[in-house]
Nanobody
């Protein structure tokens, strides 16, 4: 079982910045694939950014050039630096851990979510 705790959400004005953090439990963090997703009412949860155990990153087109995902394996933490925020970035942001199992399959874990509101 992997527990994820997010922090860093809040209210910010358009053009502003926020940094989200997600701390994972367990001693095998370095082999987890990690990601950030977001969800607004009535819509499906969507991928924002992801980073593999090897450090390869992937971003949704809507956030490319504005958001940066990174990880610190020594701190069991993944970050999402969000710059040039827009009102349409308003959502609940969820941290995801994609964990390899000894069977060869994978298991996904989710944090509780943190609200990001971009408004003037």
């Amino acid at each position: 079982q992997v527990q994820l705790v997010e922090s860093g959400g809040g209210l910010v004005r358009p053009g502003g910045s926020l940094r989200l953090s997600c701390v994972a439990s367990g001693s095998m963090f370095s082999i987890y694939g990690m990601g950030w997703y977001r969800q607004t009412p009535g819509k499906q949860r969507e991928l924002v950014a992801q980073i593999t155990s090897g450090g390869t990153t992937n971003y949704a087109d809507s956030v490319k050039g504005r958001f940066t995902i990174s990880r610190d394996n020594a701190k069991n933490t993944v970050y999402l630096q969000m710059n040039s925020l827009k009102p349409e970035d308003t959502a609940v942001y969820y941290c995801n851990a994609h964990v390899p199992l000894s069977s060869g399959s994978w298991s996904d874990y989710w944090g509780q979510g943190t609200q990001v509101t971009v408004s003037s």
